[in-house]
């Protein structure tokens, strides 16, 4: 997990009410614990993966090293089909049948005890004039990618098809899948794990899209108006 720190910068046109000042911030640093927590499991099941076929590898090559001198010493044929249908795929199978299920997974974690003390969201900066901006230091990719979000999420403003709650949840999906280069590349990491479409969309739905849908809607009540790059 990279905790290169970097900080944010984002526009305000309002304060808003106390109520609405907590909850932006409690919605801020929801999207940034998730994303950090997103990249930490895949991260996480990406090395358990590999370990595991770590260990089945050097089993497998043991086990081949015994049937090669077997073979040696008897008047067995050494088949090379028989030998890769019985080991290699048995070996891919196995690894592949322990895949921890997602969704029970992410039911599970405890967001707050993942993100580290020294990658924890921290407020650097605040301008209360209007209008002003809020400043924030933390982990690179979590702020990177809610920076990339709230980029997209402004330009689709501008497009009135989004008219269905419906829709605009899907086109989150879709627009972090095409754009979200950090998101993007953990999803095809899933995918190479083993995880199926439908798999990935739930898991990412509910750990990634639905907090940073939240963080969007602060963006609908002028709370966050862009991002200020110094």
Known sequence: MATEITSLRIKAQRLGTVSEVTTFLTDLETAYNSLYVFDFLVDTLSYDRARKLK?????????????????????????????????????????KDTLPNLLELQSKIDIEKIVLPSDRLIISKVNIQSPGFWEVLGSLNPLQQIREYIKDRHERKKDEKYRSRQEEEIGELEIQERKGRIVNQRIETLKELGYSNAEIRQFATAIVIQPLIRLGNHQDNGQIEGLDEQ
Do not use: C, G, P
Not at 65 to 91: C, G, P, V
């Open 55 to 95: 260990q089945v590898d050097e089993r497998f090559h043991r086990v081949r090293r015994n049937w090669k001198e077997f073979s040696n010493h008897t008047d067995y044929h050494f088949d090379q089909f028989i030998y890769r249908m019985l080991f290699e795929e048995y070996a891919y199978n196995r690894v």
